[in-house]
């Protein structure tokens, strides 16, 4: 602190000099040494009694006006002198200021400075202050520090300094002191301080060497700070940069951040973008506001599925993204399947109901990309690619021009090679509440591609003219698993999709009355379904196989219907017993009153025809309320259960079974 005063009055233009107890100059500044030329000198040389300085030493200021003093070629300056009694190192000194008389005023201004500012160091600095001895112990402690945290003067010695330090930080600040100690290099710490009110405040301490002439350690100043506000200002300037203000989740900046650590340190991870599907309707037909609730809902679900350490981030308006390190691709298929789970139920905003899927694209670091512009891009094209086939599902990015060479050399080898699997999805019948059959759905696993979506491959095979063999090979495991489980659901019927592009081929019926008789699957449980546009293509020639199909007892449904430019008067002519009305018109039956107009028509229309009305993509309790009010014969969708294998569709069926019996009803 000597050293600190000092340095501070060494470019005052004042002559300063501060006296010991025993009368001895013992620094001076350079404007002493012009004015006096004095080195070194006592009290008494400077012209006024050893009595009058007792009174000084002890605490009183004394002024001089006027006092000719003693230059050291030995002649007098007149002057005016004021002696100031401060405390340093718990040991009073006294400052003596000298100036000429004719800059009086200039003078008394320096001295209300100089005594503002010991003022201010003693007993109003906002820093607190503790001195340490070479030996470590707390030899002065600040009336700031005192008035903070209760430490009084008289415990000072035997204060432990770590005592109210928070756990977490006495270990780091212990090491820089033991640093300090051994370096004598000036150290700086940030650590947390329990305060009188029992709270935890942050602190900055800067630590100091003090050093005698002999270059060994004297003692240790220790100058501290709350700086708890500016921790809080430094946290709330991290959340505004580093975090979404709607969502809480984190920004564009930290996702950039993120991903670029990992990129650099070589982590595998996998980059999904999510999109809410459906958000520009919500905030379209709804309000803004409606759109923020149902941001905020959203990521909540997503939040409820992911692991501790997975990165979820809002990197704009409505996109989405996840990082999630280590992952191989099964892990993250199921944690995919998971969230487009969590979207099945409706969010509600106030009195309304709203329904949203999840679409999900996902590419892989380094197996995909190497650099991040381009993980994003393909992760980008992965999401497009499952938006633009219909939404709610999840798809991994795969080289576009290299899969479809994969695709075309490998279909035909699909079936002889086992990589073809099924699907099942249930149909309901909405008077019983029964499940009346189900849809078979063809699925290919492939072992290099992965799963390899059916709209990929589907139209290759019809180019190809392949999918003549797969639709057979279809019908004929389809009817054996159902025929299977007839056993114990007799009325259960099977259908399944009829390519349009074999409704020109005439064998088709014999092939079919084959599978039948082989797999001993009756043909009224067996629906082909057609789609609406496939027919009006192939309507003459289609026209003569559905008729021979219907006359072997085989039923015929009319699949997404409403998107083609057929009629119902149309459709009257035709061997159709069944009309499933697309899903495109089921999600928007319960906020479109256009929709609802549209099915209600329909299914009207359908019923006094004697066709059969079966809805597709049914989500929603209000949707399957508002079919079973306009008589809706039967319904599938994901309301009742997704697409599921063999065995597990098995397990659906019995638990449906046992909780739909009518002791259950």
Not at 459 to 466: I, Y
Not at 540 to 569: C, M, P, W, Y
Request: aromatic letters at 12%; hydrophobic letters at 40%; glycine letters at 4%.
């Amino acid at each position: 602190m000597v050293d600190n005063c000092v340095a501070f009055f060494q470019h005052f233009v004042d002559a300063i000099a501060f006296i010991d107890s025993n009368g001895r100059i013992i620094h001076i500044n350079p404007a002493f040494k012009t004015l006096l030329g004095w080195d070194e000198c006592d009290v008494e040389t400077l012209g006024f009694s050893l009595n009058d300085f007792e009174r000084i030493k002890y605490g009183h200021v004394v002024h001089y006006a006027e006092l000719d003093v003693k230059k050291v070629d030995g002649s007098y300056v007149p002057v005016s002198v004021s002696f100031i009694p401060i405390k340093l190192e718990n040991v009073y000194t006294v400052l003596c200021v000298l100036r000429d008389r004719t800059e009086q005023k200039q003078m008394e201004a320096a001295l209300q400075e100089s005594e503002k500012w010991f003022r201010i160091i003693d007993e109003h600095s906002s820093d607190y202050i503790l001195i340490l001895s070479n030996e470590g112990k707390v030899t002065y402690v600040s009336p700031s520090f005192e008035n903070a945290f209760g430490v009084v003067r008289e415990e000072c010695v035997k204060y432990d300094l770590f005592r109210y330090v928070h756990p977490e930080d006495v270990l780091f600040l212990q090491e820089k002191l033991q640093m300090l100690y051994e370096t004598n290099e000036q150290q700086t710490v940030e650590f947390r301080r329990l305060n009188q009110q029992g709270e935890w405040v942050w602190m900055e301490a800067h630590g100091k060497a003090i050093l005698n002439e002999d270059d060994q350690l004297d003692y240790i100043v220790v100058t501290a700070k709350n700086i708890s506000e500016r921790k809080k200002y430094e946290e709330k300037l991290h959340q505004l940069a580093y975090f979404d203000s709607l969502t809480g989740i984190a920004n564009r900046s930290y996702f950039e951040k993120y991903i670029r650590q990992l990129v650099e340190a070589q982590t595998t991870f996998a980059l999904c973008y999510l999109d809410f599907d459906k958000f520009k309707w919500i905030n379209d037909h709804f309000s803004h506001q409606a759109g923020d609730y149902f941001l905020k809902e959203a990521v909540k679900r997503v939040q409820a599925v992911l692991r501790a350490d997975d990165f979820f981030a809002r990197i704009g308006g409505d996109e989405f993204v996840l990082l999630l390190t280590n992952a191989t691709k099964e892990k993250v298929s199921e944690l995919a399947e998971r969230l487009i789970q969590a979207f099945h139920q409706p969010f509600r905003y106030e009195k309304q109901m709203i329904q949203s899927t999840l679409s999900i694209g996902i590419a892989f670091f380094p197996s995909d990309a190497d650099d991040q512009e381009q993980l994003m891009k393909y992760a980008d094209q992965a999401l497009y690619y499952v938006k633009d086939r219909g939404k709610n599902g999840y798809y991994f990015y795969q080289p576009v021009q290299n899969q479809t060479a994969v695709i075309k050399r490998d279909l035909p080898f699909a079936i002889m090679r086992e990589q073809f699997y099924l699907c099942y999805q249930p149909k309901i019948e909405l008077g019983s509440g029964s499940a009346m059959g189900v849809e078979t759905l063809l699925r290919w696993r492939h072992p290099k591609l992965g799963e390899i979506p059916p709209l990929e491959f589907i139209p290759l095979a019809e180019k190809s003219g392949f999918i003549f063999e797969i639709t057979l090979w279809v019908l004929e495991q389809a009817c054996r698993q159902v025929k299977e489980w007839q056993a114990h659901f007799p009325q259960l019927k099977l259908a399944v999709n009829l390519s349009p592009f074999l409704l020109n081929r005439k064998e088709l019926v014999g092939h079919v009355i084959y599978i039948l008789n082989e797999s001993g699957f009756a043909p009224e449980h067996l629906i082909l379904e057609v789609t609406e546009s496939g027919l009006m293509e192939n309507i003459e020639t289609g026209r003569h196989i559905l008729t021979e199909l219907k006359n072997i007892g085989v039923q015929v449904a009319i699949d997404d219907f409403g998107t083609g430019f057929s009629s119902l008067a149309y459709i009257r002519n035709l061997p159709v017993s069944m009309l499933k009305i697309d899903r495109s018109f089921i999600q928007g039956i319960a906020e479109n009153s256009k929709d609802a107009t549209i099915v209600d028509t329909i299914i009207h229309l359908a019923k006094s025809l004697d066709i059969q009305v079966l809805a597709e993509g049914v989500e929603t309790n209000h949707q399957l309320s508002l079919l079973q009010q306009m008589h809706c014969d039967f319904a599938q969708g994901f309301y009742f259960s997704k697409s599921l294998e063999a065995e597990k569709l098995k397990q659906w069926l019995e638990q449906y079974n046992q909780s739909n019996t009518p002791s259950n009803m």
